[in-house]
C-alpha cells in the first residue's frame, strides 16, 4: 500500500506547542519533497511549509514563519511539523503531501486535527 499516515493532533491551549507526524510506506520517501497543509473549517486548504527531498530549501508560510518547523527523517521514513506558540487561527485539519522530484507523482495524507482554544 502506498500511504501517509498522520498523529499528533489534538486540542491545545494558546502557546503551547505540538509536532505532528506523517509516516510513509510503499514509495521511495527519500526521492519525495514534503509539504504541510492545513484547512479550516469554511476555508480552503493553504500551503503551510514545504521542504525539498534533500532538505535543502525550505518554505513557511508567513503566518507560521518562526514558530513551525518542517522535518524529513528519511531513516525513519517520517516527516514532522513541530508547531509552537500556537494559535486559535491555526486550528485546522493538517495534512502532508509527499511528491515525487523524479516523477512528480503525488501521496496525501488523511490529515489531523489541530485545535487552539482556551
Known amino acids: 500500500q502506498v500511504q501517509l499516515v498522520e498523529s499528533g493532533g489534538g486540542v491545545v491551549q494558546p502557546g503551547e506547542s505540538l509536532t505532528l507526524s506523517c509516516v510513509a510506506s510503499?514509495?521511495?520517501?527519500?526521492?519525495?519533497?514534503i509539504s504541510w497543509y492545513r484547512q479550516a473549517l469554511g476555508k480552503e486548504r493553504e500551503l503551510v511549509a514545504s521542504?525539498?527531498?534533500?532538505?535543502?530549501?525550505?518554505n513557511y508560510a508567513d503566518a507560521v514563519k518562526d514558530r513551525f518547523t518542517i522535518l524529513k527523517d528519511n531513516v525513519k521514513r517520517t516527516a514532522y511539523l513541530q508547531m509552537n506558540n500556537l494559535k486559535p487561527e491555526d486550528t485546522a485539519v493538517y495534512y502532508c503531501?509527499?511528491?515525487?522530484?523524479?516523477?512528480?507523482?503525488?501521496?496525501w495524507g488523511q490529515g489531523t486535527q489541530v485545535t487552539v482554544s482556551s
Open positions: 503531501k509527499a511528491v515525487s522530484i523524479r516523477t512528480g507523482s503525488t501521496h
Open positions: 510503499g514509495f521511495a520517501f527519500s526521492f519525495y519533497g
Open positions: 521542504m525539498t527531498a534533500t532538505g535543502g530549501t525550505l
